[in-house]
């Protein structure tokens, strides 16, 4: 198994550099969004004429 110790320290220093409160809006942005795009599909498709 290849040594993965820099993947976790980039990992590490990435996960800290987006502490505040901006890091969770915008991942509350986004979940939004694509919720939002799914659930737009999901009704959508029952109007489809086959």
Request: hydrophobic share 55%.
């Amino acid at each position: 198994m290849p040594d993965m110790t820099g993947l976790a320290e980039a990992l590490a220093a990435t996960s800290h550099s987006n502490v505040g409160p901006g890091a969770l809006l915008r991942i509350v942005i986004v979940v939004g969004v694509v919720g939002a795009a799914l659930l737009a599909w999901f009704l959508l498709r029952g109007y489809k004429q086959d």
